[in-house]
């Protein structure tokens, strides 16, 4: 419930900056040195903040002017901490930063940057610019203080706080969404794609409770991978849809305990020893589910397989040794 009224309340400003916008451009705005333009909403403290203290807020970032898009929020999730700090005269910052230093505990805030002046200033480079976004765009940024805390080590422990309460967020959707998922019938569709699949090619493969195929074709005789181990793996990634390979290469990493960007394939690694030799078949939603690498021949949610030769199987190094 807290998290929707966080949403409610933080649509509820966005909705109000916008009529700003429409009803009078940039009105009652002011603008710093550097040209970054800002309005600020008083929210009724008398505490002026310090350099070093640190604001604890809800934040948007929205595209404005050939279009409107959102692209960051933290209403319903983790709040932005940041630390105020002592600003230089020469060069004056070009930033929501500019501002940061006038912000009270309870105030609110909308800060607009220009894309063509970004773009002169070498803070974006238009390359790198989503299609969506054009130079004659403005970035505007809301900003509502939730507190401002004095001491670093209480900054550090309402950042840890936080931190913890969105894991268990995450936590509580994932599985709010894998119980939607599996009720919607379509996880046992996507492990029947990869079924069919092995079926028409005459592959033997065993299913693990999970739902990846692992086709073992030597099972190794060395040490068992196994969550915190280090593994090395000789692998060839390929898509389901037409066997086209996207990936070859010889990777160490940490069998992790989320499953990593591809939990299936962390779930078929663990079938194997040192040594071991095969073929994993991943269903879509065990596959990459998000941040598909850019000029991948596949899509989120797409199955795939990976040939995979175990090289070495070790304990994962511990931080701070």
Request: charged residues 25%; contains cysteine.
């Amino acid at each position: 419930m807290e998290a929707k009224m966080k949403s409610i309340k933080g649509i509820g400003f966005f909705l109000f900056v916008a009529i700003i916008f429409a009803s009078c451009k940039n009105a009652g705005f002011k603008t710093t040195p550097a040209g970054v333009q800002y309005r600020l909403f008083d929210g009724g403290s008398k505490d002026s903040t310090k350099i070093g203290e640190v604001l604890k807020m809800n934040q948007t970032i929205r595209v404005s002017g050939s279009g409107d898009s959102l692209l960051h929020s933290t209403y319903g999730g983790m709040p932005f901490f940041t630390q105020v700090q002592a600003l230089p005269s020469m060069p004056a910052i070009y930033a929501p930063d500019a501002i940061y230093a006038l912000l009270k505990k309870g105030d609110s805030a909308v800060v607009i940057l220009s894309v063509d002046s970004l773009l002169k200033r070498g803070q974006l480079q238009e390359a790198q610019l989503p299609p969506f976004v054009k130079k004659s765009d403005e970035l505007v940024y809301t900003f509502k203080v939730l507190d401002v805390i004095k001491d670093e080590k209480a900054a550090r422990q309402a950042f840890q706080n936080e931190l913890g309460a969105e894991g268990e967020r995450q936590i509580e959707q994932q599985e709010s969404n894998s119980a939607a998922f599996e009720k919607s019938g379509e996880k046992q569709k996507q492990i029947a794609v990869v079924a069919d699949y092995l079926k028409k090619k005459s592959i033997s493969a065993t299913r693990t409770p999970m739902g990846v195929f692992v086709k073992m074709d030597n099972p190794g005789s060395g040490a068992q991978v196994a969550t915190g181990k280090e593994v090395t793996v000789k692998y060839t990634g390929r898509t389901l849809n037409g066997d086209r390979p996207f990936d070859s290469n010889i990777i160490t990493a940490e069998i992790s305990t989320d499953g990593g960007d591809i939990p299936g394939l962390e779930e078929g690694l663990k079938q194997f020893k040192q040594g071991g030799k095969g073929v994993i078949y991943i269903p879509g939603f065990l596959a990459y589910t998000h941040d598909v690498p850019s000029n991948a021949p596949f899509k989120a949610f797409e199955p795939l397989y990976f040939e995979v030769e175990i090289q070495k199987v070790a304990d994962a190094a511990k931080s701070g040794k």
